[in-house]
């Protein structure tokens, strides 16, 4: 079992910035990859970003270079740096942690709201 806690959730301009943060805990060992989704209303879930153990990242087209996402070594942490917001980018943002077992894992989800 992994728990994910995130947090960071924010109110903010369009151009702004903002840093989730994604807390794991229990099986951390077995974590193969860790994300960030989001899902505006409405819409599908959807992958933001992607990280491996490794440091190998995967990156929706629609955030490459204004997102970034970072791990701690033990893979117990995740964040996700995002910059020059938009309004498009309203959504709540997912946590999410893939095992070695082909077990998925999810946040609570927080909140990012883009407005002026």
């Known amino acids: 079992q992994v728990r994910l806690v995130e947090s960071g959730g924010a109110l903010v301009q369009p151009g702004g910035s903002l840093r989730l943060s994604c807390a794991a805990s229990?099986?951390?060992?077995?974590?193969?990859?860790m994300g960030w989704y989001r899902q505006a209303p409405g819409m599908q879930r959807e992958l933001v970003a992607l990280?491996?153990?490794?440091?190998?990242?995967n990156y929706a087209d629609s955030v490459k270079d204004r997102f970034t996402i970072s791990r701690a070594f033990a893979m117990n942490m995740v964040y996700l740096q995002m910059s020059s917001l938009e309004p498009e980018d309203t959504a709540v943002y997912y946590c999410?942690?893939?095992?070695?077992?082909?077990?998925?894992?999810w946040g609570q989800g927080t909140q990012v709201t883009v407005s002026s």
């Open positions: 229990g099986s951390i060992f077995s974590i193969s990859a």
């Open positions: 990280i491996t153990p490794s440091g190998i990242t």
């Open positions: 999410n942690a893939q095992t070695s077992h082909s077990e998925n894992y």
